[in-house]
């Protein structure tokens, strides 16, 4: 019973650190390639290296069609307000990045009823300010992604690989996770039952040589 009261408070442990990394912010490639007549996600996410540091940051989206030469202005989201500048995408843009929140990590956004014109470079530019103690600190980071408008979904051999990839990790994960939580339950529970083992033997000696005083005191009267 020591054994599991003591193994309950490790996997609450346990549980609040796989909550913390959940939430953790990871940069991941956006798709690259759109069906026509369909919705498309350009995904873009800037992490924030030092989490502790207050920050706020406002995203910039920028398109290139095919045969431009230069990129264009399409839309751009700040104080947790969007607006469209491009009038070949309005209507047609939705934010889906980070919400409720002036310290954006997610400048993802959703383009509806996606047209062949659509085809071509989108720029994601974030612009981001550091606020220490003495001083701010400003940055750019941008990422350009390459867009392929298509009649019919197709699905590549490295996608493919890159899911059974990722869902071969998250089983890995689980199943560490698992074989770890069973090992400390055998160590608490081995030690638990040591501790009980002597305790019991300092009880047995206490009451032998209670025993044996009390033989002594009668032999002596």
Known sequence: MSALVMFIPLV???VLQAGV?????????????????????????????????????SVT????????ADFSHLYSYGNEQGWILDERFMSRVQWRGSRRTLDLQDGSI???NITFNDTGSYKCVFSR???Y?????????SKIINVRVVPKMTRGIASILSEVMMYVAIIGLQLWLLVEMIYCYRKISAAGEEALRESAAEYLAVASENKDNCAD?????
């Open 133 to 141: 103690n003495d001083y701010t600190f400003r940055s750019n980071t």
């Open 21 to 57: 990394c959940a939430g953790a912010c990871v940069e991941v490639d956006s798709d690259t390639e759109a069906v026509a007549n369909q919705g498309f996600k350009l995904g873009c996410i800037s992490c924030k290296r030092r989490g502790e540091v207050m920050a706020t940051a």
């Open 61 to 68: 989206w920028l398109f290139k069609a095919a045969g431009d």
């Open 129 to 131: 300010v550091l606020v």
């Open 217 to 221: 005191a009668q032999e002596d009267n």
């Open 12 to 14: 609450l442990l346990m």
């Open 110 to 112: 959703y383009i509806t």
